[in-house]
């Protein structure tokens, strides 16, 4: 399957943005899914996580109040919404795709599909 990460920008400190995670195949709607982020000269870490059904979901300590995973199955499509962004906020942030669970869902080794990424920069 194929993930199309899109809806990064730039935008001041306090501000929002909306990612969204487009699958190009139906299937996509009985995955798990996951946002990472990548600072410059940073490890890729974990955003958030949400199940197929979109049920279940997990934040990093770091999004959590502020951030918000959610899906639409009928278009394939899957969530961030990104609120009273911070200067440390800024990064490549990608999608991905799992077609199992995992207690593993914070690391980037459980997901099976990955998008291109798409970058969001946060001005102070």
């Known amino acids: 399957v194929q993930l199309q990460a899109s809806g990064g920008g730039l935008v001041q400190a306090g501000g929002s943005l909306r990612l969204s995670c487009a699958a190009s195949?139906?299937?996509?709607?009985?995955?798990?899914v996951g946002w990472f982020r990548q600072a410059p000269g940073k490890e890729r870490e974990f955003v958030a996580a949400?199940?197929?059904?979109?049920?279940?979901?997990h934040y990093a300590d770091s999004v959590k109040g502020r951030f918000t995973i959610s899906r639409d199955n009928a278009k394939n499509t899957v969530y961030l919404q990104m609120n009273s962004l911070k200067p440390e906020d800024t990064a490549i942030y990608y999608c991905?795709?799992?077609?199992?669970?995992?207690?593993?869902?914070?690391?980037?080794?459980?997901?099976?599909?990955w998008g291109q990424g798409t970058q969001v920069t946060v001005s102070s």
């Open positions: 991905s795709a799992a077609e199992t669970s995992s207690n593993y869902y914070t690391r980037a080794a459980a997901y099976d599909y």
């Open positions: 195949e139906r299937t996509f709607a009985t995955y798990h």
């Open positions: 949400i199940s197929w059904s979109g049920v279940v979901t």
